[in-house]
């Protein structure tokens, strides 16, 4: 095991990848702009990408994202109930603001 600023931590290892030019300079431009290795990105990237797919995560962004959807599913509503209101108060001769 390595040892780092005293820490315990698995080996490393190399992962690698073939992948298209303009790709690759996009790639080191990220990684200007975060001012970050080429390694150092992707490694993050990759830890990013566990998060959201680790289940509880994915568990917990579904239950938000339904949650959003039935908060715009009671907007919706809402919305059609005042253009039905609308309506009839133009009907009735009335104005609205």
Known sequence: MNQAKGRVS?????VSAKIEPKLKQR????CAEANKTESEFVRDVLKDCAKMTDPDSVRSMSRRLSAVERQLERLAAVERKLEVLAALVIEAG????
Request: glycine share 8%; proline share 15%; aromatic share 0%.
């Open 27 to 30: 790639l080191q431009e990220l």
């Open 94 to 97: 009335g104005t609205l603001p």
């Open 10 to 14: 698995e080996p490393k290892v190399v």
